[in-house]
Nanobody, 115 residues
Framework: QVQLVESGGGLVQPGGSLRLSCAAS????????MGWYRQAPGEQRELVAT???????SYTDSVKGRFTISRDNAKSTVYLQMNGLKPEDTAVYYC?????????WGQGTQVAVSS
C-alpha cells in the first residue's frame, strides 16, 4: 500500500522551530522527487520546498533561509526543518512524492504559529 505519513506539526510561538517528517511506504523512495506543500485557511495549496532524487533543493521565496528540506533514502523519509517561524507560516503541511505519472500525497499535519 502506497502511503505517506506526516508528523511533527504543532503549535509554536513566533520565532520558534519545528521539524516535520514524512515517512513513505509502498514506493521506491529513491526514485521520487519529494516535496512539502502547505495550505492556509481560505488559500490555495502552495509549494514550499522540493528535493530531487539527487538531493537538489528548491524553496519558495518566503521560506528561503528559514526552512531546510532533506531526505534519508535509507529510512524512506523526508524532513522539513522550519526555523524562525512566523504567523503567516500557519497552515496544513502536506508531503508529496512525484515520479513520472505517479503523484502521492500525505494526509497533512497542522502547523500553527501564534503567541
Amino acid at each position: 500500500q502506497v502511503q505517506l505519513v506526516e508528523s511533527g506539526g504543532g503549535l509554536v510561538q513566533p520565532g520558534g522551530s519545528l521539524r516535520l517528517s514524512c515517512a513513505a511506504s509502498g514506493i521506491t523512495f529513491g526514485w521520487y522527487t519529494m516535496g512539502w506543500y502547505r495550505q492556509a485557511p481560505g488559500e490555495q495549496r502552495e509549494l514550499v520546498a522540493t528535493i530531487s532524487r539527487s538531493g537538489s533543493t528548491s524553496y519558495t521565496d518566503s521560506v528561503k533561509g528559514r526552512f531546510t528540506i532533506s531526505r534519508d533514502n535509507a529510512k524512506s523519509t523526508v524532513y522539513l526543518q522550519m526555523n524562525g517561524l512566523k504567523p503567516e507560516d500557519t497552515a496544513v503541511y502536506y508531503c508529496n512524492a512525484k515520479w513520472l505519472q505517479n503523484d502521492v500525497w500525505g494526509q497533512g499535519t497542522q502547523v500553527a504559529v501564534s503567541s
